[in-house]
Protein backbone atom coordinates (compact mmCIF):
# COMPACT_ATOMS: atom_id res chain seq x y z
CA UNK A 1 0.00 0.00 0.00
CA UNK A 2 1.56 3.34 -0.88
CA UNK A 3 0.76 6.70 1.59
CA UNK A 4 1.14 9.45 -0.35
CA UNK A 5 2.47 12.82 1.82
CA UNK A 6 2.72 16.36 0.26
CA UNK A 7 4.99 18.48 2.27
CA UNK A 8 5.01 22.19 1.48
CA UNK A 9 7.85 24.74 1.78
CA UNK A 10 8.49 27.69 4.14
CA UNK A 11 4.83 29.54 4.05
CA UNK A 12 5.29 33.06 4.41
CA UNK A 13 2.73 35.29 5.57
CA UNK A 14 -0.45 36.30 4.45
CA UNK A 15 0.40 35.76 0.81
CA UNK A 16 1.34 31.83 1.82
CA UNK A 17 -1.53 31.37 3.72
CA UNK A 18 -3.57 32.62 0.63
CA UNK A 19 -1.87 30.60 -1.73
CA UNK A 20 -2.07 27.09 0.84
CA UNK A 21 -6.10 27.73 1.59
CA UNK A 22 -6.53 28.21 -2.12
CA UNK A 23 -4.99 25.45 -3.70
CA UNK A 24 -4.37 22.00 -0.80
CA UNK A 25 -8.29 21.14 -0.95
CA UNK A 26 -7.95 20.88 -4.23
CA UNK A 27 -4.22 18.97 -4.52
CA UNK A 28 -5.76 16.61 -1.91
CA UNK A 29 -8.24 15.53 -3.95
CA UNK A 30 -6.82 15.20 -7.51
CA UNK A 31 -3.77 13.65 -6.46
CA UNK A 32 -5.25 11.73 -3.35
CA UNK A 33 -2.85 13.38 -1.01
CA UNK A 34 -2.80 11.16 2.43
CA UNK A 35 -0.95 13.26 4.89
CA UNK A 36 -0.33 16.96 4.44
CA UNK A 37 3.28 19.06 6.25
CA UNK A 38 3.92 22.60 5.92
CA UNK A 39 6.99 24.59 7.54
CA UNK A 40 4.98 26.95 9.47
CA UNK A 41 7.83 29.50 11.20
CA UNK A 42 7.55 32.75 8.87
CA UNK A 43 3.77 32.82 9.13
CA UNK A 44 3.27 35.51 11.39
CA UNK A 45 4.18 38.43 9.19
CA UNK A 46 7.09 36.50 7.55
CA UNK A 47 8.81 35.92 11.42
CA UNK A 48 7.46 33.13 13.76
CA UNK A 49 4.47 31.51 14.12
CA UNK A 50 1.20 32.45 16.96
CA UNK A 51 -2.12 30.18 17.64
CA UNK A 52 -4.28 32.08 15.49
CA UNK A 53 -1.94 31.56 11.95
CA UNK A 54 -1.10 27.59 12.96
CA UNK A 55 -4.74 27.65 13.26
CA UNK A 56 -4.71 29.22 9.04
CA UNK A 57 -3.14 25.79 8.07
CA UNK A 58 -4.85 23.42 10.14
CA UNK A 59 -7.92 25.05 8.83
CA UNK A 60 -6.74 25.23 5.41
CA UNK A 61 -6.13 21.07 5.72
CA UNK A 62 -2.49 21.13 6.49
CA UNK A 63 -2.04 17.68 9.06
CA UNK A 64 1.53 18.78 10.92
CA UNK A 65 3.34 21.87 11.31
CA UNK A 66 7.12 21.96 10.96
CA UNK A 67 9.22 25.01 11.70
CA UNK A 68 12.48 26.10 11.92
CA UNK A 69 15.28 28.66 13.73
CA UNK A 70 12.22 31.86 13.61
CA UNK A 71 9.75 29.17 15.48
CA UNK A 72 10.74 31.35 18.51
CA UNK A 73 10.77 34.57 17.24
CA UNK A 74 6.94 34.85 19.25
CA UNK A 75 6.38 34.09 22.66
CA UNK A 76 3.11 33.01 22.49
CA UNK A 77 3.58 29.95 20.32
CA UNK A 78 5.53 28.48 23.20
CA UNK A 79 2.56 27.14 25.21
CA UNK A 80 0.90 25.87 22.13
CA UNK A 81 3.94 23.72 21.29
CA UNK A 82 3.52 21.79 24.47
CA UNK A 83 -0.03 21.89 24.27
CA UNK A 84 -0.43 20.91 20.22
CA UNK A 85 1.74 17.83 18.90
CA UNK A 86 0.27 18.51 15.56
CA UNK A 87 3.24 21.27 15.79
CA UNK A 88 7.01 20.77 15.55
CA UNK A 89 9.84 22.78 16.50
CA UNK A 90 13.44 21.53 15.66
CA UNK A 91 14.18 17.78 17.71
CA UNK A 92 18.13 18.90 18.12
CA UNK A 93 17.40 22.37 20.65
CA UNK A 94 16.83 19.61 22.94
CA UNK A 95 14.52 18.82 26.02
CA UNK A 96 16.21 20.62 28.75
CA UNK A 97 13.45 23.49 29.48
CA UNK A 98 12.55 23.61 25.89
CA UNK A 99 9.04 23.60 25.12
CA UNK A 100 7.54 21.42 22.36
CA UNK A 101 8.79 18.30 20.32
CA UNK A 102 10.54 17.36 17.39
CA UNK A 103 8.73 14.31 16.43
CA UNK A 104 5.64 13.03 16.36
CA UNK A 105 3.27 10.00 14.78
CA UNK A 106 0.45 10.87 13.23
CA UNK A 107 -2.38 9.00 10.94
CA UNK A 108 -2.87 9.80 7.28
CA UNK A 109 -6.58 9.95 6.02
CA UNK A 110 -6.11 6.04 5.23
CA UNK A 111 -4.93 5.48 8.43
CA UNK A 112 -1.13 4.59 7.73
CA UNK A 113 1.03 5.79 10.59
CA UNK A 114 3.84 8.38 9.24
CA UNK A 115 6.67 9.67 11.91
CA UNK A 116 7.19 13.14 10.77
CA UNK A 117 10.60 14.29 12.13
CA UNK A 118 12.18 18.29 12.04
CA UNK A 119 15.58 18.45 12.70
CA UNK A 120 17.82 22.25 11.75
CA UNK A 121 20.99 22.35 10.40
CA UNK A 122 23.91 23.72 12.15
CA UNK A 123 26.79 25.66 9.68
CA UNK A 124 25.91 29.70 9.78
CA UNK A 125 22.93 28.40 12.24
CA UNK A 126 22.75 28.50 16.20
CA UNK A 127 25.24 25.76 16.75
CA UNK A 128 22.48 23.61 19.09
CA UNK A 129 22.83 19.73 19.18
CA UNK A 130 23.53 17.82 16.52
CA UNK A 131 20.97 16.58 13.68
CA UNK A 132 23.07 13.61 12.56
CA UNK A 133 23.45 11.92 16.10
CA UNK A 134 20.16 13.21 17.30
CA UNK A 135 18.80 11.18 14.48
CA UNK A 136 20.92 8.39 15.13
CA UNK A 137 19.55 8.08 18.69
CA UNK A 138 15.95 8.65 17.62
CA UNK A 139 15.97 6.34 14.52
CA UNK A 140 18.35 3.16 16.69
CA UNK A 141 17.29 3.76 20.07
CA UNK A 142 13.17 4.60 19.35
CA UNK A 143 12.88 2.32 15.95
CA UNK A 144 10.52 -0.04 17.77
CA UNK A 145 8.18 2.78 18.13
CA UNK A 146 8.62 4.14 14.72
CA UNK A 147 6.42 3.75 11.95
CA UNK A 148 8.21 2.24 8.86
CA UNK A 149 6.97 5.50 6.52
CA UNK A 150 9.21 8.59 7.78
CA UNK A 151 9.67 11.99 6.81
CA UNK A 152 12.31 14.56 7.66
CA UNK A 153 11.73 18.72 7.39
CA UNK A 154 15.38 19.29 7.50
CA UNK A 155 15.45 23.30 8.18
CA UNK A 156 19.19 23.96 6.78
CA UNK A 157 21.00 26.65 5.38
CA UNK A 158 23.79 24.94 3.52
CA UNK A 159 23.25 22.45 0.44
CA UNK A 160 26.10 20.81 1.27
CA UNK A 161 24.79 19.74 4.82
CA UNK A 162 21.23 19.11 3.79
CA UNK A 163 22.95 16.99 1.10
CA UNK A 164 25.25 14.72 3.46
CA UNK A 165 22.04 14.57 5.86
CA UNK A 166 20.28 13.09 3.12
CA UNK A 167 22.45 11.15 1.95
CA UNK A 168 23.09 9.74 6.38
CA UNK A 169 19.92 8.71 6.72
CA UNK A 170 19.73 6.99 3.17
CA UNK A 171 17.57 3.93 3.99
CA UNK A 172 16.87 4.70 7.29
CA UNK A 173 13.90 7.52 6.38
CA UNK A 174 11.43 7.61 3.38
CA UNK A 175 12.17 11.43 2.69
CA UNK A 176 14.24 14.23 3.57
CA UNK A 177 13.49 17.67 2.30
CA UNK A 178 14.95 20.58 3.41
CA UNK A 179 13.37 23.96 4.05
CA UNK A 180 14.93 27.49 5.24
CA UNK A 181 16.55 28.79 2.12
CA UNK A 182 13.10 29.36 -0.07
CA UNK A 183 14.95 28.75 -3.36
CA UNK A 184 13.95 25.28 -5.06
CA UNK A 185 16.28 23.27 -5.80
CA UNK A 186 16.29 21.32 -9.04
CA UNK A 187 17.58 18.33 -7.52
CA UNK A 188 14.43 16.01 -6.21
CA UNK A 189 15.40 12.56 -6.89
CA UNK A 190 15.21 8.88 -4.82
CA UNK A 191 18.73 8.23 -3.29
CA UNK A 192 20.12 4.90 -3.67
CA UNK A 193 18.49 2.81 -0.44
CA UNK A 194 15.22 4.74 -1.27
CA UNK A 195 14.97 7.67 0.74
CA UNK A 196 13.14 10.79 -1.01
CA UNK A 197 15.47 13.90 -1.13
CA UNK A 198 15.29 17.56 -2.06
CA UNK A 199 17.72 19.81 -0.67
CA UNK A 200 15.59 22.56 -0.82
CA UNK A 201 11.30 22.35 -1.32
CA UNK A 202 10.98 26.11 -1.66
CA UNK A 203 8.64 29.05 -0.11
CA UNK A 204 5.05 29.40 -0.72
CA UNK A 205 5.19 33.13 -0.87
CA UNK A 206 5.27 36.45 -3.34
CA UNK A 207 7.04 35.34 -6.39
CA UNK A 208 8.45 39.37 -6.92
CA UNK A 209 10.24 39.18 -3.65
CA UNK A 210 13.43 38.61 -1.78
CA UNK A 211 12.60 35.27 -0.34
CA UNK A 212 9.51 36.15 0.59
CA UNK A 213 10.05 39.99 1.52
CA UNK A 214 9.38 43.39 -0.32
CA UNK A 215 12.22 44.23 -2.30
CA UNK A 216 12.43 48.03 -1.13
CA UNK A 217 13.04 46.71 2.28
CA UNK A 218 15.72 44.42 1.56
CA UNK A 219 18.01 45.92 -0.82
CA UNK A 220 19.47 48.90 1.26
CA UNK A 221 21.06 46.09 3.78
CA UNK A 222 23.39 44.95 0.21
CA UNK A 223 23.39 48.49 -0.93
CA UNK A 224 24.61 50.44 1.63
CA UNK A 225 24.03 48.28 5.28
CA UNK A 226 21.13 50.20 6.51
CA UNK A 227 18.87 48.28 8.57
CA UNK A 228 15.69 48.05 7.42
CA UNK A 229 12.81 45.93 9.29
CA UNK A 230 11.30 43.50 6.17
CA UNK A 231 7.70 43.72 5.16
CA UNK A 232 6.28 40.31 3.36
CA UNK A 233 5.81 40.96 -0.10
CA UNK A 234 2.57 41.45 -2.56
CA UNK A 235 1.36 40.35 -5.87
CA UNK A 236 1.75 37.11 -7.46
CA UNK A 237 2.30 34.12 -5.17
CA UNK A 238 4.44 30.97 -5.54
CA UNK A 239 3.51 27.62 -4.25
CA UNK A 240 6.34 24.72 -3.61
CA UNK A 241 5.84 21.68 -2.77
CA UNK A 242 6.86 17.98 -2.78
CA UNK A 243 4.84 14.92 -2.91
CA UNK A 244 6.36 11.51 -1.80
CA UNK A 245 5.19 8.11 -2.38
CA UNK A 246 6.20 5.67 0.22
CA UNK A 247 5.56 2.23 0.66
CA UNK A 248 3.93 2.14 3.71
CA UNK A 249 5.39 -1.96 4.69
CA UNK A 250 8.99 -0.99 3.55
CA UNK A 251 8.94 2.86 4.30
CA UNK A 252 10.94 3.01 0.77
CA UNK A 253 10.06 6.23 -1.35
CA UNK A 254 8.64 5.20 -4.94
CA UNK A 255 8.27 8.63 -6.23
CA UNK A 256 9.09 11.90 -5.49
CA UNK A 257 7.61 14.95 -7.34
CA UNK A 258 7.66 18.63 -7.06
CA UNK A 259 4.32 20.99 -7.69
CA UNK A 260 5.12 24.53 -8.28
CA UNK A 261 2.42 26.80 -9.09
CA UNK A 262 1.41 30.21 -9.36
CA UNK A 263 -1.64 32.11 -8.20
CA UNK A 264 -2.39 35.52 -8.93
CA UNK A 265 -3.28 37.66 -5.86
Known sequence: ????????GDVIGKPGRVAVERLLAGLRDEREINLVTANGENMAGGMGLTPSTAATLFDAGVDVITSGNHIWDKREIYPELDRDERILRPINYGEQGVPGRGWGIFHANDGTEVAVIN????????????????????????AAELPPARVVD???????????????????????????THVATADARILPKGTGYVSDIGMTGPLNSVIG????TVLP??????????????????????QIDIDAATGRATAIERIQQVIEE
Open 1 to 8: MTVRVLMI
Open 119 to 142: AQGRTYMAQIENPFTMLDTLLDQG
Open 154 to 180: FHCELTSEKNAFGIYLDGRVSAVCGTH
Open 213 to 216: FEPA
Open 221 to 242: RFINALPTRFEVGSGPILFNAI
